[in-house]
Nanobody
Framework: QVQLVESGGGLVQAGGSLRLSCVASGRTWSTWKMGWVRQPPGKEREFVAQIERSTRSTLYSDSVKGRFTMSSDNAGNTVALQMNNLKPEDTALYFC??????????WGQGTQVTVSS
């Protein structure tokens, strides 16, 4: 399995920025893409962004497009989520995830992002 560790969450005012990081270890050879999902308080988990390890092609949800940017190191084992112009509705527990070609199979422990008005 792949082990994922997120970091970088915190409290920020609306309009501010945060940068989340996720480090993957273990059997990363099976990882096709990595991404972020989030769970706002009292709501279901939702997709945020993903990046393919080989091509670095990215995909974003409409709610964060233009504000959030994913990136990865050359090996594809460390990814970051740069979050700019944060809004209160971005408040959530953010999870790093790793996927095989077909299935999201590994998850981090989550890092809390809180955006105050």
């Amino acid at each position: 399995q792949v082990q994922l560790v997120e970091s970088g969450g915190g409290l920020v005012q609306a309009g501010g920025s945060l940068r989340l990081s996720c480090v993957a270890s273990g059997r990363t050879w099976s990882t096709w893409k990595m991404g972020w999902v989030r769970q706002p308080p009292g709501k279901e988990r939702e997709f945020v962004a993903q990046i393919e390890r080989s091509t670095r092609s990215t995909l974003y949800s409409d709610s964060v497009k233009g504000r959030f940017t994913m990136s990865s190191d050359n090996a594809g084992n460390t990814v970051a989520l740069q979050m700019n112009n944060l809004k209160p509705e971005d408040t959530a527990l953010y999870f790093c995830a790793a996927s095989t070609y077909l299935n999201w199979s590994s998850w981090g422990q989550g890092t809390q992002v809180t955006v105050s008005s």
